[in-house]
């Protein structure tokens, strides 16, 4: 009886498909499997899946890829404290709170925008287009606000 999953069944159990597992792969997040000798299958383990779902979750709070690779170090390490991983989560927070500010002040320069556009005539007349086109800090009229 074979002990572990092909790649079909770890991405049916991890609910992603095989491009994302190969791309973790080369992310070096899941090892690969070494081919058997002859003309057998790869199977990964069976924690590969529940690696793979780890993966996506950190992804969806916004940590990225180095990031989850530092987490899964930190994960396999049996002398890692908790105060480490609430750590890397409040910084990740701090950097979410600033990406939010950053939003918000495009959200209101956007809003300024098209509260200043005419909505008809020429696209000369076009403020939206002017203001993108001629900002003299070259930078986004969101940013730095």
């Not at 899941?30 to 992804?59: C, D, H, S, W």
């Not at 989850?68 to 049996?78: F, G, Q, S, T, V």
């Not at 600033?98 to 300024?112: N, S």
């Amino acid at each position: 009886m074979k002990q572990g999953l092909t790649v079909g069944g770890a991405t049916r159990e991890a609910g992603v498909g095989v491009e994302t597992i190969r791309f973790y792969e080369r992310r070096r997040l899941v090892p690969q499997p070494l081919k058997p000798e002859g003309a057998g299958i790869r199977l990964y383990p069976n924690a590969t899946a529940e690696r793979v779902r780890f993966i996506r979750m950190a992804q969806g709070l916004d940590f990225s890829l180095r990031e989850i690779h530092d987490l899964l170090e930190l994960r396999a390490a049996p002398s890692t404290d908790c105060s480490e991983i609430r750590d890397l989560a409040a910084t990740k927070l701090d950097e979410v709170r600033w990406k939010v500010r950053r939003l918000q002040g495009i959200g209101t320069a956007l809003k300024r925008l098209i509260a200043a556009c005419p909505g008809s005539d020429g696209l000369q007349s076009c403020s939206i287009m002017n203001a993108l086109t001629s900002h003299p800090s070259g930078r986004c009229l969101g940013e730095g606000k």
